[in-house]
């Protein structure tokens, strides 16, 4: 069993940063796969970015391949979504993920998810 808890979100300018926080509790939260997902208003909630083991590992949505940078610290048991450049586009509730399916980006395939953290970007 996972639990997760994001934090981070807010409001920013266009073309700002922020950094989401997913803090995880549970034993062997190492050996799941991480995502982000998010979903605005009226929208399918969306993949984002996913990380597997390492810096090397991680993956991302085009639409912010550039601009976002997952990681993770296995001994803080926490994921993290830096997000550069933002976009009024990219505003949504953000998601965190825990799951066992390599590589997926498929919300589905996630089985553990927090309550979410919004993330406004004002034009």
């Known amino acids: 069993q996972v639990q997760l808890v994001e934090s981070g979100g807010g409001l920013v300018q266009a073309g700002g940063s922020l950094r989401l926080s997913c803090a995880a509790s549970?034993?062997?939260?190492?050996?799941?796969?991480m995502g982000w997902f998010r979903q605005a208003p009226g929208k399918q909630r969306e993949f984002v970015a996913g990380i597997v083991w390492s810096a090397d590992s991680e993956y991302y949505a085009d639409s912010v391949k550039g601009r976002f940078t997952v990681s993770r610290d296995n001994a803080k048991n926490t994921v993290y979504l830096q997000m550069n450049s933002l976009k009024p586009e990219d505003s949504a509730v953000y998601y965190c993920?825990?799951?066992?399916?390599?590589?997926?980006?498929?919300?589905?395939?996630?089985?553990?998810w927090g309550q979410g953290t919004q993330v406004t970007v004002s034009s």
């Open positions: 993920a825990a799951g066992s399916v390599y590589g997926t980006r498929r919300d589905d395939e996630f089985a553990y």
């Open positions: 549970g034993r062997s939260f190492s050996s799941y796969r």
